[in-house]
């Protein structure tokens, strides 16, 4: 099946520093990747679609300008939380759909997530 | 957009009982309906999925019925094992066609 890979699984920082995650899909090209985010016994809540080679389309009440993300290849996605405070930290995931599109064909498929602490 | 409510919020079952998980979307024009399960720290799995022109489907002891007219779905397990115990969500499609919107989840545990 296809495989996401997320890095870094786990990330510890200082307030006000910036923080990058990536999202590899290692074996078949992701036009379209979907960035999540998860608190504690919380559902999965999107915060935006990452589409190579164009803006991301964000989710109303998250913050482009403090979550940041490139999606500069098929295969390469990252989130960059800019500036991050200790109410960022969470666990984020990302995921993609070998179609594009799980509407149409296809599941989707996640990456493992990365555990982000700000203190 | 999407809003998918998702009940109960937990399950507790024992071991060899059935479990049932129900969903309700608000777009009529959904048109997939997954199921994912998630164990503590680790990424969600799909474990079934549901398109609109089918109103069953069944893997083993997982099926999964879907009342587009209602617009509710629901996720059944029979003869429940200890290592189903996780965090079971539903999913639908945005309007947008592309990400999918997920219930606040169900906690099934499942006591021998």
């Known amino acids: 099946g296809a495989v996401v890979s997320q890095h870094p699984s786990r990330v510890i920082c200082k307030s006000g520093t910036s923080v990058k995650i990536e999202c590899r899909s290692l074996?078949?090209?992701?036009?379209?990747m979907f960035w999540y985010r998860q608190f504690p016994k919380k559902s999965l809540m999107l915060m935006a679609t990452?589409?190579?080679?164009?803006?991301?389309?964000?989710e109303q009440g998250v913050e482009k300008d403090k979550f940041l993300i490139n999606h500069a290849s098929l295969t390469l996605s990252t989130l960059t939380v800019t500036s991050a405070h200790p109410e960022d930290s969470s666990f984020y995931i990302c995921s993609a759909s070998m179609t594009g599109t799980p509407r149409i064909t296809g599941e989707l498929f996640f990456g493992e997530g990365s555990r982000l602490t700000v203190l | 957009g999407e809003n998918v409510e998702q009940h109960p919020s937990t399950l507790s079952v024992q071991e060899g009982d059935s479990a049932v998980i129900k969903c309700t979307y608000s777009?009529?024009?959904?048109?997939?309906f997954p199921w994912y399960k998630q164990e503590l720290g680790k990424r969600p799995q799909l474990i079934i999925d549901?398109?609109?022109?089918?109103g069953e489907k069944k893997d083993q002891r997982i099926a999964v019925t879907l009342n587009k007219t209602a617009k509710h779905f629901s996720l059944h397990i029979t003869e429940t094992q200890p290592e189903d115990s996780a965090v079971y969500f539903c999913?639908?499609?945005?309007?947008?066609?592309?990400?999918?919107?997920f219930g606040k989840g169900t906690s099934l545990l499942v006591t021998p």
């Open positions: 990452s589409n190579e080679g164009s803006k991301a389309t964000y």
């Open positions: 999913a639908a499609v945005t309007n947008s066609g592309y990400a999918l919107n």
């Open positions: 777009d009529s024009a959904s048109n997939y």
């Open positions: 074996d078949f090209q992701a036009t379209t």
């Open positions: 549901i398109r609109s022109n089918v």
